[in-house]
C-alpha cells in the first residue's frame, strides 16, 4: 500500500518568514495530494490540494508543488503570521485509499 | 452549508465496554470514511463508507466496525474496548470518494478516552 513520509516533524520559524513542508509518496497511482491544518481540539481543514496532472497550484500565502518523476510534493507558506501555527498534514490517495503524513508541527515566532 | 458534524464530541469509557460514534456527512456528501488520530501512530484509515456499502477497509481488528444509512448518515462501534483505542476519531465526507476531483472534509472528531 502507499506509504507517505513528511518532513521535518516539527519547524519554527520567526514571523514574516517563509515554511516549507516535504513529503514523499511511494506508490506511482496516486493522483491527489491534499494538505490539511489541524488546530488544537478541532479536525483537520484542507488548505490546499492538487492533482497529479498539475505540478504546481498556489492560493495566497500557500503554494503546493508536486514532482511525480520523484514522487514527492511540498508545502511553502509565505509571509508567515502567528496564525499560521498548527500541525500540518499531507497526504496521497489512489482511488478510494487515502494515507496521510504523520505531520509537521509548525510554530510561527512573533 | 452546514460542515460534517460528529456526535458525542467526548466519551469515557472502561475497558470491556463498547461504544459507537456517529458522523453527520456535508448535505449531498455520499462517501464517509473514519480515521484513527493518536500521538503515536498519527492518522490511521479506519474504513470508508459508499452507499450503505464498506467500500475500503484499513488494518484494524475486527471488533472495529461501522454501517452508513441510506441518509449518508453514518456511525462507528468499537466493541470490547481496550486503552490503547484512545484516540480523537475523525469522519471525513466527499461527494463521490474516488473521483479525481474529490475532496474530504472533515469534522472536529470525537475524543474517546478510555479508563
Avoid at chain 1, 58 to 71: G, S
Wanted: include cysteine.
Amino acid at each position: 500500500g502507499e506509504n507517505v513520509e513528511q518532513h521535518p516533524s516539527t519547524l519554527s520559524v520567526q514571523e514574516g518568514d517563509s515554511a516549507v513542508i516535504k513529503c514523499t509518496y511511494s506508490d506511482s497511482a496516486s493522483n491527489y495530494f491534499p494538505w490539511y491544518k489541524q488546530e488544537l481540539g478541532k479536525g483537520p481543514q484542507l488548505i490546499i490540494d492538487i492533482r497529479s496532472n498539475v505540478g504546481e497550484k498556489k492560493d495566497q500565502r500557500i503554494a503546493v508543488t508536486l514532482n511525480k518523476t520523484a514522487k514527492h510534493f511540498s508545502l511553502h507558506i509565505t509571509e508567515t503570521q502567528p496564525e499560521d501555527s498548527a500541525v500540518y498534514f499531507c497526504a496521497a490517495r489512489r482511488n478510494n485509499d487515502m494515507r496521510f503524513g504523520a505531520g509537521t508541527r509548525l510554530t510561527v515566532k512573533p | 452549508k452546514a460542515g460534517v458534524t460528529q456526535t458525542p464530541r467526548y466519551l469515557i469509557k472502561t475497558r470491556g465496554q463498547q461504544v459507537t460514534l456517529s458522523c453527520s456527512p456535508i448535505s449531498g456528501h455520499r462517501s464517509v470514511s473514519w480515521y484513527q488520530q493518536t500521538p503515536g501512530q498519527g492518522l490511521q484509515f479506519l474504513f470508508e463508507y459508499f452507499s450503505e456499502t464498506q467500500r475500503n477497509k484499513g488494518n484494524f481488528p475486527g471488533r472495529f466496525s461501522g454501517r452508513q444509512f441510506s441518509n449518508s448518515r453514518s456511525e462507528m462501534n468499537v466493541s470490547t474496548l481496550e486503552l490503547g483505542d484512545s484516540a480523537l476519531y475523525l469522519c471525513a465526507s466527499s461527494r463521490d470518494g474516488g473521483g479525481m476531483s474529490e475532496t474530504q472534509y472533515f469534522g472536529p472528531g470525537t475524543r474517546l478516552l478510555v479508563l
